[in-house]
């Protein structure tokens, strides 16, 4: 592959997915690690890119801006489904568990919808509706104002709502993980929702991929140390997988 393709390649990749870390371009272009460096630089001179640690991101990537809901639901979704397998299996019959609005989290339906005596608690209506059909498993949806265009439930009566309870385990999701800062999300609507679901909770569990590791979001929900799991997909560098493990996070590499 000469290097006007490469370059082109890399471009694409990374616009679909935002981030790509080095590891992932020489597995994709079956090169060595020195090309990928030299065609990353060459991008990034012309703009098109922004280097990060490890890997590259979009160039001018807007922090405050939330993709659509069919944007998200339609990324990564290979990703998403072996998050959701992952995650399915810390979910047992006869317990209580939170399941947090967002695409990811929706990705955990399809492996707990065989459990029996589940309870379930959402303020995501596309979660609700998926669950309909399972004879073993109660669903109770928040309440809240609904946000339109997201198919979530959100505001001070959601919150209030789940504050109200205890569960064995959440499932939360974010839009980027900081490692010294913590969890950030695009959202400020969501903040106080996922605060009480995060103190509902036993055991949380955040589900991201690991392009969350390099994102940017502007608003902090928690620090690392009220996340007890991490599950996340092998294209986290494992220097940052071992940081987790150091400060006592469970990691789940799906």
Same mark, same amino acid.
């Given at each position: 592959?000469i290097?006007?393709?490469r370059?082109e390649?890399?471009?694409?990749?990374v616009?679909?997915r935002?981030?790509?870390?080095?590891?992932?371009l020489?597995?994709?272009?079956?090169?060595?690690?020195a090309t990928?460096?030299?065609d990353?630089?060459?991008?990034?001179?012309?703009?098109?890119v922004?280097?990060?640690?490890?890997?590259v991101?979009?160039?001018?990537?807007?922090?405050?801006?939330?993709l659509?809901?069919?944007?998200k639901r339609?990324?990564?979704?290979?990703?998403?489904?072996r998050?959701?397998?992952a995650?399915g299996?810390?979910?047992?019959?006869?317990?209580t568990?939170i399941?947090?609005?967002?695409t990811?989290?929706?990705a955990?339906?399809?492996h707990?919808?065989?459990?029996?005596g589940?309870?379930?608690?959402t303020?995501?209506?596309m979660?609700a +509706?998926?669950?309909?059909?399972?004879e073993?498993v109660?669903?109770t949806v928040?309440?809240?104002?609904?946000?339109k265009?997201f198919f979530t439930l959100?505001?001070?009566? +959601?919150?209030?709502f789940?504050?109200?309870?205890?569960?064995d385990l +959440?499932f939360?999701g974010f839009?980027a993980l900081?490692?010294?800062a913590?969890?950030?999300?695009t959202?400020?609507?969501e903040?106080s929702l996922?605060?009480?679901?995060?103190?509902a909770?036993d055991?949380?569990?955040?589900?991201?991929?690991h392009t969350?590791?390099?994102?940017? +979001?502007?608003?902090s929900?928690c620090?690392l140390?009220?996340i007890?799991?991490?599950v996340t997909?092998?294209?986290?560098?494992?220097?940052?997988?071992?940081t987790?493990?150091?400060m006592?996070?469970?990691?789940i590499l799906?």
């Amino acid at each position: 592959m000469i290097r006007d393709e490469r370059l082109e390649k890399i471009t694409e990749y990374v616009q679909n997915r935002h981030y790509a870390s080095v590891r992932e371009l020489m597995e994709l272009l079956k090169v060595s690690k020195a090309t990928v460096r030299r065609d990353l630089e060459l991008l990034s001179r012309s703009n098109a890119v922004l280097l990060t640690r490890g890997g590259v991101t979009c160039e001018g990537k807007d922090k405050n801006k939330e993709l659509a809901y069919n944007e998200k639901r339609s990324a990564n979704t290979l990703e998403k489904n072996r998050l959701g397998e992952a995650a399915g299996r810390l979910v047992r019959s006869n317990s209580t568990v939170i399941l947090d609005a967002g695409t990811t989290t929706r990705a955990i339906v399809p492996h707990i919808r065989e459990l029996t005596g589940l309870n379930l608690v959402t303020n995501d209506l596309m979660i609700a +509706a998926d669950l309909n059909t399972c004879e073993g498993v109660n669903v109770t949806v928040t309440g809240g104002q609904l946000r339109k265009g997201f198919f979530t439930l959100r505001g001070y009566m +959601a919150a209030d709502f789940v504050r109200s309870m205890r569960a064995d385990l +959440a499932f939360v999701g974010f839009d980027a993980l900081d490692m010294r800062a913590g969890c950030f999300i695009t959202n400020a609507d969501e903040v106080s929702l996922k605060k009480s679901i995060i103190e509902a909770a036993d055991k949380v569990v955040a589900v991201l991929d690991h392009t969350k590791f390099h994102a940017t +979001a502007f608003i902090s929900v928690c620090p690392l140390h009220d996340i007890d799991v991490v599950v996340t997909d092998r294209g986290l560098e494992p220097d940052l997988a071992q940081t987790l493990r150091e400060m006592g996070i469970e990691v789940i590499l799906a």
